[in-house]
């Protein structure tokens, strides 16, 4: 094996996606703790009640620092190099979820045993099953009287479209639970709440006379149930669970760092290491030689005066070295790059060096772009990094009109990073911003006041939904003909139809069945 071979073989790359208060952030402080990234459990849930009222969100924004470094987190963990990426899931929910996603390998679905299947999750791993990114899944909160784990399975299975294959079996919940059966290791880990990595015992042996010394009546219910679950559920299956077809389910307390190491092995274990990617004309395995990778996410640096940012880039071949000439393919441009940054759990470092599967930021003043390739050399374009359309419109209302031009390029540049999406009516001056998050919008207004100088109050407009057009140049003609008032050019000058509800859209696309109207667009 190469040493590029080698050191793919230990990366994995992966988000945590669930809904609000389900246990992401605990659950991801807890893989950090196990991991050995943190010393004290505490810290990113203090972030994030930090983050939780907006106002105090801002001025960590502001500070930059701490939502940087807490977007992606590298650690080692037995042999593998962990690379765990944020997804904001609660109010600041934005696109950067969404475009997150295209960037990692594969996903750990939190589940909270009380409320099953939560509308968050299904959008989130609708976004997953567009690339078919395997998913494991952490039924939480065992320690809760929650629903039946069967009913569970059933739920995902049938909401989700997934089989389950649980690969660790509860032993009651709530007042009851007692810990987990291993249904490939025939162990038996006992729940305890006051152990410090939240057991403090584990045997082997479904039969062993331990197991109801330590449980009592509770042993040949487990006996009995282990038996219906084997014959009724799945067995898991490798290949099915990496084409996204079937998830492998443990459960436990996150809280109570209980099922935790079970999910860190298993993302080591079962998770797929670096995946080849789609380019617009071939796909890139992670073993070639030569280097590639594209921008996933742009956040402004600690200083938002000097509109430093960061690019997120995800390596998707070879091997990144510090100092490495490297060409931004959009702009037909190299460059070498000495200070990109790699993220730890707490500190961000240099990168000296850095393979497939690995993020790096590098700082830049604006003149990278979301969705942009780096390679060395070749013309190659990554696909599938997404824009959606979104579901909240807001016209720009500037308070001084003098500084139109300042709101102009606040907003042009605001929305190349992602932040929201403007669209420029043809038939009017508006500077109309979609977003799929309020927050998004709370977010412009205080980086146009503070960056840009610019003040401005957003207003509800009559517009519902936006969809890109594709199709021949006469047939948008046609559709620009007769609704000039509708249609728009976005951010990135392509053609869009504003919709001020779903029976206008409907009816243009009955209208002009030759024209395409896209829901989702890659960014170019
Ligand atoms: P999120 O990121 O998915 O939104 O969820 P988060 O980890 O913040 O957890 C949401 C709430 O659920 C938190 O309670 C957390 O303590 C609790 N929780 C997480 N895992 C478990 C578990 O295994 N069992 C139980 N019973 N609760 C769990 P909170 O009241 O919002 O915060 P706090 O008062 O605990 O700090």
């Given amino acids: 094996m190469t040493e590029l071979q080698q050191e793919l073989a230990r990366r994995r790359t992966f988000a945590i996606i669930s ?30 009640a930090a983050r939780h009222a907006t106002s105090d969100w801002m001025e960590l924004e502001k500070q930059r620092g701490i939502s940087v470094t807490s977007s992606v987190m590298q650690f080692p963990y037995r042999d593998a190099i962990i690379n765990l990426l944020d997804t904001p899931g609660h109010e600041d929910f934005s696109e950067d979820t969404y475009r997150t996603l295209t960037a990692v390998d594969s996903a750990v679905m939190v589940i909270d045993s009380v409320n099953g299947v939560e509308s968050q999750t299904i959008k989130l791993l609708n976004v997953c099953r567009l690339r078919d990114t395997p998913i494991l899944t ?26 389950c294959a649980p690969m660790t079996w509860p032993i009651g919940m709530g007042k009851r639970f007692r810990g987990v059966y291993h249904l490939y290791n025939d162990s038996i880990a006992f729940f305890d709440p006051h152990a410090e990595k939240g057991t403090s015992e584990i045997i082997q042996g479904l039969d062993n006379p331990r197991l109801d010394e330590v449980i009592g009546d509770q042993a040949d219910e487990l006996r009995i149930e282990v038996e219906l679950v084997r014959g009724a559920s799945h067995t898991f299956d490798r290949e ?29 274990d079962l998770s797929p290491r670096p995946l080849a990617r789609a380019t617009e004309h ?61 993220f730890m759990a707490q500190d961000r470092n240099t990168t000296d060096v850095a ?12 003149t990278i772009r979301l969705g942009d390739t780096f390679t060395e050399g070749e013309d190659l374009k990554f696909t599938g990094i997404p824009s959606f359309a979104p579901d909240l419109f807001r016209r720009a209302q500037i308070k001084n009109p003098l500084k139109m031009k300042q709101l102009q390029k606040g907003l042009q540049q605001l929305a190349e990073e992602g932040q929201t999406q403007l669209f420029k009516p043809l038939a009017s001056n508006d500077l109309i911003l979609g977003a799929v998050g309020m927050l998004q919008f709370e977010v412009v207004a205080h980086r146009l006041e503070h960056e840009y100088g610019v003040e401005c109050v957003f207003e509800g407009c009559n517009w519902a939904t936006a969809r890109w057009l594709r199709g021949k140049d006469d047939d948008i003609k046609a559709l620009l ?8 050019l976005d951010g990135a000058g392509d053609y869009v139809y504003l919709a001020p509800n ?14 395409k109207f896209l829901e989702t667009r890659e960014i170019y």
């Avoid at 099915?240 to 999910?263: E, I, M, R, W």
């Avoid at 940012?309 to 060409?327: N, P, T, Y």
């Avoid at 003909?481 to 249609?487: E, G, H, L």
């Fill in 19 to 48: 809904h609000p208060d389900a246990g992401k952030t605990t659950l991801t402080e807890k893989l950090l703790w196990f991991g050995g990234a943190i010393q004290v459990a505490g810290e990113v849930r203090a972030r994030k």
């Fill in 481 to 488: 003909d007769k609704a000039p008032a509708n249609m728009a």
């Fill in 502 to 515: 779903r029976v206008n859209l409907q009816m243009a696309q009955e209208r002009h069945p030759n024209v």
């Fill in 355 to 366: 393979y497939s599967g690995d993020i790096i930021g590098i700082p830049n003043h604006g």
């Fill in 240 to 268: 099915a669970y990496l084409a996204g077809k079937q998830t492998p389910v443990f459960f436990g307390s996150g809280v109570n760092n209980f099922g935790v190491q079970s999910v860190l092995d298993a993302i080591v």
């Fill in 138 to 163: 952490f039924i939480n909160k065992l320690d809760r009287e929650g629903r039946e784990p069967i009913e569970l399975l059933d739920e995902i299975e049938s909401v989700l479209g997934m089989q």
């Fill in 282 to 342: 071939r796909v890139v395995a992670p073993d070639e030689a030569k280097f590639s990778g594209f921008v996933f996410k742009i956040q402004a640096n600690m200083d938002p005066k000097h509109r430093d940012r960061i690019a997120f880039l995800r390596v998707c071949s070879g091997r990144f070295e510090r100092g490495m000439k490297i060409k931004q393919v959009s702009q037909g441009k190299s460059m070498a790059i000495n200070n990109a940054i790699t």
